[in-house]
């Protein structure tokens, strides 16, 4: 009997979460134990293992791995076992990983999951070291396993890598922009993050052995959950609780960045939005009545509740993804990642 089969109900969340996190957990300290000292010590910081001496920590650290998560339930879904499918999730952990050491370097952030950014205590050019190791120790899990489905799924992976990329040169490039599009900001968002998150749920498809139909469907779901996620932490880099967000306050407003909900209040020709260029077109950094003024203009022009309905809107259609691929016997799983996706996108709070 598998796994899922041995569950009666659906588990919360936060426990599928730890449940993920258990599972994968020994293979990514295996994994990450075997970069080269200088990077490890770094790497092993980043995930809230280590403290900047090389000490262990005794809390768990690291993010809530809802990626990982994704990748193992994904599997179930389509009758596989999450087990056969932890490779792919470890993968996926480190390039998510990758990206947030180099994220962190090129938005200038202090602060991460309540401590200090890896490159504020090692460097810039070693932070950016770090990530290219997570990076490519990723694709080394996928093919050291030896699984079948190994070849696609190092496809699938640098696809999503590639796309990620492309997403976060956008968005960079947004920055020395006034003229940008909502329709590029969402293509930008879209890339950024639902990228991998669509892969994360095809790499689980593809090892519980799912037909490429399903794997499709999974993808997708994925991808319409990760564009969801992103209007989600686009609201929180605005209005977040820097307790919850690991964050400093407005920090989004502070970087000027060219987020959903801003980039939403610049194009609706209201004088807010006007208000609101005015205020990121200015040569001097913001002051904390300008971020607090600025935050009010996304509010008064509707980016906010635009971002929210379109948040909602995308976890609907993902849930209608989900509806068609999963199998007759995997109702379990798919009530988990339904669960899942709600706690991504905050509709359990």
Known sequence: MSAVEERTHPRPAADVLDWGRALIGPALREAVESLPEAVRRIAGYHFGWFDERGRPVGAAGGGKAIRPALVLLAAEVVGG???????????????HNFSLLHDDVMDGDTSRRHRATAWTIFG?????????ALMTLAFDVLAAAG??????????LGAAVLELIDGQ?????????????????????????????????????L????????????????????????????????????GVTG?????????????????????????????????????????????VRAAQLVEEAGGRAWSQAEADGLLATAMRELDWAQTGASARAAAELQSLARLVTRRDH
């Not at 810039?124 to 290219?132: H, Q, S, V, Y």
């Not at 489905?149 to 190092?154: D, F, G, I, T, V």
Request: hydrophobic share 45%; proline share 7%.
């Open 147 to 156: 699984r079948p489905a190994a070849r696609l799924a190092a496809r699938a």
């Open 207 to 242: 090892y519980g052995g799912a037909p490429d139909e399903r794997v499709e469907r999974l993808g997708a779901f994925g991808r319409h959950l990760g564009l969801a996620f992103q209007h989600v932490d686009d609201l929180l880099g605005i209005w977040g609780d820097p």
């Open 247 to 291: 964050k400093p306050v407005y920090s989004d407003l502070r970087n000027r960045k060219k987020s959903l909900p801003v980039v939403a209040a610049l194009v609706s020709g209201t004088p807010a939005g006007r208000e609101l260029a005015a205020l990121y077109r200015s040569p001097h950094p913001l002051t904390d009545f300008e971020l």
């Open 81 to 95: 076992e999450a087990a056969e499918a932890v490779p792919a999730a470890v993968a996926v952990e480190l390039t």
């Open 169 to 205: 040169y956008s968005d960079v490039s947004f920055e020395r922009r006034d003229d940008v599009a909502l329709s590029e900001c969402q293509a930008m968002a879209t890339a950024k993050t639902g990228a991998l998150l669509g892969g994360a749920c095809a790499l689980g498809a």
């Open 124 to 132: 810039r050019g070693p932070a950016i070291l770090a990530g290219d």
